[in-house]
């Protein structure tokens, strides 16, 4: 079996501190997003919700020791779509729809939590958006590089056992006869290396089941 490597090329070992958590809801337009709507299931069904705080446009509360920060934007991400395209290669994307979109609701986590419990609650608070969102295209979850559909989104977030999938993406292709390379991204939001090898002996299929695999025993 092929030695899965940290990304790294220092000689001594140094854990990345933890990024800050962005999920980005995309619009085909700019939002018509119901903020009072949203925030009242916030508050209806979890713990430890602040009161929010406006400035400029952006609104922000805390759950807990997680602070939470959304705003609306008229906007579209600046991305290279291809690069997005090959995280987000394990379901069906509809590329044209995404390529124009024209708004997104931006959630940004960080705080005293550790980065699983972050990362937990923005995974729900972003469920409680497309609630909210009939309109929405799909979730970038951004420290992943990857979108997900929000079908695809809705699945893998009501599993515990998948959430990671969200949070941390995979990229493998084939490499010679039956084997393949491949890398993970999104284990620094999480203060980990991320994973890579080059010439594994495995089809890309099994690769990312051990991708998946050492991404969930490490986090």
Request: with cysteine; charged share 20%.
């Amino acid at each position: 079996m092929t030695r899965l490597y940290l990304l790294t090329r220092a000689t001594s070992y140094s854990a990345p501190e933890p990024i800050p958590m962005i999920a980005r809801v995309l619009f085909p337009a700019r939002p018509d997003f119901q903020v009072p709507a949203f925030l009242k299931l916030v508050r209806d069904n979890l713990n430890g919700v602040s009161a929010p705080e406006k400035d400029n446009g952006r609104i922000s509360f805390k759950v807990e020791g997680t602070v939470v920060e959304m705003a609306a934007s008229g906007k579209p991400v600046g991305w290279k779509l291809d690069q997005i395209m090959q995280y987000s290669s394990r379901w069906a994307v509809d590329q044209q729809s995404l390529a124009t979109h024209g708004g997104q609701l931006i959630l940004r986590v960080s705080g005293q939590d550790s980065p699983q419990q972050q990362a937990a609650k923005l995974t729900i608070l972003v469920m409680m958006a497309l609630d909210q969102a009939p309109a929405a295209q799909g979730v970038y979850w951004e420290t992943a590089g990857q979108f997900v559909p929000v079908d695809t989104y809705r699945t893998l977030a009501i599993d515990a056992d998948h959430a990671s999938e969200i949070w941390v993406s995979t990229y493998v292709k084939g490499q010679g006869v039956g084997g393949a390379t491949g890398c993970t991204r999104g284990m620094a939001a999480f203060g980990l290396r991320e994973l890579e090898t080059q010439n594994a002996s495995e089809p890309p299929g099994e690769l990312v089941a051990r991708f998946r695999g050492l991404i969930d025993y490490l986090l």
